[in-house]
């Protein structure tokens, strides 16, 4: 995928708008396309009575075809106009007949998702039937035009997935040059950092028996709407079990592994989702690790931003006392310069300390999103120790065309088509040792 602009790949209306769908019987808007055939997809006029306008947009929601900004900007004035749909969605999502874009009016922004991506893929298939990509002629707005090539290239038939044989060779003679390698919690699992998701050791099942009542779900310890108000529940499984483990973890044969893809100039990239930083451990430079959900090396308020340090913020946590900024609560008072100032019944919402790892709420690390389209760049894919149960982390695997092999060592499939994959199941650290041995590297 590449867009001149980098395009949104968490509008929340994507997932809205497939859920109104259902609620309202309408089929998958791909399989409504298909429905609507190729003179459809080829006469893109606006549909405004008495309108000329030709640069036409669909709106996802009602389906209603537009023209856009460049003609009468008909399909802007839909949005503006049209009553939410049963009080949950406006009609924001349009996708472009001239250069299969989509664009969210409520998030003012280009907007991707692998759903899209489909739509896109079912468009383009409909009216390229050869994969030729945009005409010469359909360049009305040439910005976007690179989608449609990124779309034919991404339609090539499946390959076989790759055997264990062959990767091995492949990357004994280095023909693997560029190596996306896409990690989660269970490849630190082995250092004795425990995952999210497995039953009864997760920190999903630790959370659950400190019988916090303040959270609905486990999951709710990493909810930023939660920590502002009250940042004991994150303070404690922090106190807990993130920073004062037993023994200090150190990295393991899957962190080295990715060291060693590095040290054979074969690494694209280790997109982690992880936040203990083994992977700069083992020797990773921080330039070859896009760190997806944050890190813990560094703290900052969530609401000024200020930036403060992890030892006082550890320090904090020992003694179960959230940390106020410094920056912006001038006392232990109420923040009279604050926006979100003591209003009567509604206690002040205070700058608090956070580390920074993202939590759910946050936007994901500019780094993320600046290399999330480096993916296209792989020629293999390495999934590790993730039930890729997180977005847009997900996204990186589901953009990825369909003749790059992928390589899935977990204990489970995190729902991959089995055809599609060369799955190794088991332990992780007894995988990573096949291959490294295989290879003739050192391991641990
Ligand atoms: P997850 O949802 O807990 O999934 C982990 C996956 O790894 C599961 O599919 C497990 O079956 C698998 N797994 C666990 N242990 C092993 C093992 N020994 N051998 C083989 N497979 C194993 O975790 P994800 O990473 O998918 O979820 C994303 C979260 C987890 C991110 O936001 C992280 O920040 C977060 N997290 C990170 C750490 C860390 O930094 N080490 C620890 C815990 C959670």
Known sequence: MSYAVSPKLDCPHVPLCRALDE?????????????????????????????????TWICLVCRRQLCSRYEEGHMADHYESMPMVNEKMSHSLAFSFSDGSFWCYDCDSYVYSPELREIARTFSDLKFPNGEGAPANNTNSSVFNPVFG?????????TPPITFDKLIEKLQKKEFQNVAVLTGAGISV???????????????????????????????IFRLELFKNNPYPFMKIAKEALLAPDVKPHPVNAHHFIKQLHNSKQ????????????????????????????????????RCKASHSMDEFMEACMKYEPLLCTVCNRTDGDNEDSDDSNDGDQPATRGYVKPDIVFFGESLPHDFHENF???????LIIVMGTSLKVYPFAFLVQATPSSVPIVVINRDNPGFDPSRILFLPGEIEDNVKLIMEALGWPTV
Not at 150 to 158: E, N, Q
Not at 190 to 205: K, V, W
Request: aromatic share 6%; hydrophobic share 35%; net charge negative.
């Open 23 to 55: 609620e309202l019987g309408l089929p998958l808007f791909k399989d409504w396309l298909i429905e609507q055939g190729t003179s459809y997809i080829h006469n893109p006029a606006c549909s405004s009575p008495g309108c000329s306008g030709y640069e």
């Open 150 to 158: 990124t779309i034919a290239s991404a339609l090539p038939p499946r």
């Open 190 to 220: 082995a250092a004795g950092i425990p995952d999210f998701r497995t039953p009864g050791i997760g920190l999903y099942s630790r959370v659950a028996e400190l019988n916090l009542p303040e959270l609905e779900r486990p999951e709710d």
């Open 267 to 302: 690494l694209l990239l280790n997109y982690t989702q992880n936040i203990d930083g083994l992977e700069l451990e083992a020797g990773l430079p921080l330039e070859k690790l896009v760190q997806a959900h944050g890190h813990m090396r560094s703290a900052h308020c969530w």
């Open 373 to 379: 389209a480096r993916i296209d760049e792989a020629d």
